[in-house]
């Protein structure tokens, strides 16, 4: 299975800690490709069916549900835990990701 930067994957996130997002999930991969290509672990962040509009999450609509990515849950996580491929972003989806990124962790 090929993991890309934006692609959207099923994850498994258990087991987890206290307020981490838990359970299998979709998940966005926001590691660079380089990084995925050459490590055995991926920076994704998990989605959610239901959020509340925090400056961190990002309303999206795959698979004719509508979701949330949550910026403020990036992880690290090993590969072994990517179940399957989903979907991928759009390039709208991902300027705003980016942006929220930027916004959050560069300024």
Same mark, same amino acid.
């Given at each position: 299975? #090929? ?6 994957v @099923?994850?498994?996130?258990?087991? =987890?800690?206290? /307020?981490?997002?838990?359970? !299998? +999930? ?7 490709? #380089? ?6 672990? @991926?920076?994704?962040?998990?989605? =959610?069916?239901? /959020?509340?509009?925090?400056? !961190? +999450? ?18 690290t ?31």
């Open positions: 299975m #090929e993991l890309t930067q934006y692609s959207i @099923l994850v498994n996130l258990d087991p =987890t800690i206290g /307020s981490e997002i838990k359970k !299998t +999930r979709p998940c966005v991969i926001i590691s660079p490709d #380089e990084m995925n290509k050459h490590l055995q672990t @991926l920076i994704i962040a998990p989605m =959610t069916s239901q /959020s509340k509009n925090y400056p !961190t +999450r990002i309303e999206v609509k795959h698979n004719q549900k509508n979701g949330w990515i949550v910026l403020d849950q990036i992880r996580i090993d590969k072994q835990r990517v179940l399957k491929s989903l979907d991928k972003l759009t390039e709208k989806e991902i300027a705003k990701v980016k942006l929220i990124i930027k916004e959050t962790f560069v300024d």
